[in-house]
């Protein structure tokens, strides 16, 4: 069983920069791969990005590649999202999940077993 818990969330003005993090509890959590997703209002969640287990492997959505960067720390149990040239349509609550079931990264939903309970982040124009 793995929580997880994001932070860094807030308030920024669109070109501006955030970066979450996820701390993972449980020492499996190098053995997991990870993403990121979101959720805007009235909109299904949808995928982020996504790192291995390893950190040698990581997958974007097309609408953040180039902008967005995940990477993790597995010394820390911990998995960050930089996030730069933020724009308004990036607005939503941003969720950490972890896969106790695949080593590589996953940008599907179902491929997720465990989540955070998620970080708002809201871009102004």
């Known amino acids: 069983q793995a929580q997880l818990v994001e932070s860094g969330g807030g308030l920024v003005q669109a070109g501006g920069s955030l970066r979450l993090s996820c701390v993972a509890s449980?020492?499996?959590?190098?053995?997991?791969?990870m993403g990121w997703f979101r959720q805007a209002p009235g909109k299904e969640r949808e995928f982020v990005a996504a790192?291995?287990?390893?950190?040698?492997?990581?997958i974007y959505a097309e609408s953040v590649k180039g902008r967005f960067t995940i990477s993790r720390d597995n010394a820390k149990n911990t998995v960050y999202l930089q996030m730069n040239t933020l724009e308004p349509e990036d607005t939503a609550v941003y969720y950490c999940?972890?896969?106790?079931?695949?080593?590589?990264?996953?940008?599907?939903?179902?491929?997720?077993?465990?989540w955070g309970q998620g970080t708002q982040v809201t871009v102004s124009s």
């Open positions: 999940a972890a896969s106790r079931t695949f080593y590589k990264a996953r940008s599907g939903l179902s491929d997720y077993d465990y």
């Open positions: 449980g020492r499996t959590f190098s053995s997991y791969a």
């Open positions: 790192i291995s287990w390893s950190g040698g492997s990581t």
